[in-house]
């Protein structure tokens, strides 16, 4: 009986996954959910695709880094090039696989040389790294500059980002059950020992970072494809720092608490819009008093599994026979 309870778990996930999205496109193609609302969920797809990737880094292969929004930017413009030229959907999805190539080439050859270093330096050689990306790109003509690039077609939907996202979340929750992931995971504990332990600390350091890259690139191709207008400096220090903010308030070591962070963060800077003179202020208040309070995090190094709503469900129902 336990086997086939076992056996059941991956097609609940498949079920859920599709009600879901299934749900959310009858709710657009009804207009109940509107373009404000769907830029809104586009927003928080994309950083929850940044926010997963980077946290496979920092969260479980230990290595703080700062530059995520450089391999984002990287993604972004090359996507956006390519549609500037080629508007199909084929120059879409083409755009959007050479900006992760190239952005998890870029990681490769940027964490070869950094990932040697620990701590604080390595999150001022990597942010060092995204700052020259941005520069190169405000200085080259083909990205027009500073001015940016404009009236990119969009292709990227509903359908996509939700594809994207899960794609990304389940390539690095198996990565990490795998003997590799495993392996960043230790370095995090203890790097030294790690080491003793006869593990290549560089070769699956810079494996993470590569992996984070490629999904960052992703991310912004997204990005590009959705909100017509690229700007270098959108990708500039305060973007890698909304990101490392979401995996922080996520919990390190979560992928369940990046994506609930990403929503809650969302959802509290649309309810804020309303104030727009105060609105920095009260929602980095907010982030202190949850730190304060919850410093680990909202869910800690812990996950969100079916277990947990199978328990809420029995709590329930005993709550309701005790009546």
Same mark, same amino acid.
Do not use: Q
């Given at each position: 009986m336990k =086997?086939?309870?076992?056996? *059941?778990?991956?097609?609940? =996930?498949w079920l859920v996954l599709i009600f879901t999205f299934a749900i959310v496109q009858l709710l657009i193609q009804l207009n109940i959910i509107n373009d404000y609302l769907q830029a809104t969920i586009a927003t928080i797809f994309i950083n929850i695709i940044l926010a997963v990737s980077l946290n496979l880094i920092t969260g479980f292969t230990g290595q703080?880094? *700062?530059?995520?929004?450089?391999?984002?930017?990287?993604?972004? $413009?090359?996507?956006?090039?390519?549609?500037?030229? +080629?508007?199909?959907?084929g120059g879409f999805?083409?755009?959007?696989?050479?900006? #992760?190539?190239l952005a998890a080439i870029v990681g490769f050859l940027v964490g070869l040389p950094t990932l040697r270093l620990r701590g604080d330096y390595l999150a001022i050689a990597t942010?060092?790294?995204?700052?020259?990306?941005?520069?190169? @790109?405000?200085?080259?003509?083909i990205t027009n500059g500073a001015a940016g690039l404009s009236g990119i077609p969009r &292709?990227?939907?509903?359908? @996509?980002?939700?594809?994207f996202a899960v794609g990304t979340i389940l390539l690095i929750s198996n990565f990490l059950k795998s003997t590799h992931g495993r392996a960043c995971i230790? +370095?995090?504990?203890?790097?030294? !020992? !790690?080491? #003793?332990?006869?593990?290549?600390?560089t070769k699956y350091k810079v494996t993470a970072f590569t992996i984070g890259a490629f999904c960052a690139g992703i991310a912004g191709a997204l990005? !590009?494809?959705? &909100?017509? $207008?690229?700007?270098?400096?959108?990708?500039?220090?305060? =973007?890698s720092i909304d990101v490392l903010v979401i995996v922080v308030l996520g919990g390190m070591g979560s992928l369940s608490g990046s994506v609930l962070a990403a929503i809650l963060l969302a959802i509290i800077s649309t309810i804020l819009q309303d104030f727009s003179d105060l609105r920095m202020v009260i929602y980095a208040f907010l982030l202190i008093i949850i730190m304060? @309070?919850?410093?680990q995090g909202l869910m800690g190094s812990k996950e969100i599994t079916f277990k947990v709503f199978r328990n809420l469900g029995g709590l329930l129902s005993a709550r309701k026979g005790g009546k």
């Open positions: =086997k086939r309870m076992t056996g *059941l778990t991956p097609l609940r =996930k703080f880094s *700062l530059g995520h929004a450089g391999f984002m930017s990287i993604g972004a $413009y090359v996507c956006g090039l390519t549609l500037l030229r +080629i508007p199909t959907i999805l083409a755009g959007l696989l050479t900006g #992760a190539v942010l060092g790294m995204s700052e020259i990306i941005r520069i190169v @790109f405000i200085n080259l003509e &292709f990227t939907n509903w359908a @996509f980002l939700y594809i230790s +370095i995090r504990e203890d790097e030294i !020992a !790690a080491e #003793a332990m006869g593990i290549n600390t990005y !590009a494809s959705y &909100f017509y $207008y690229l700007n270098p400096n959108t990708f500039g220090f305060l =973007k304060i @309070f919850r410093p």
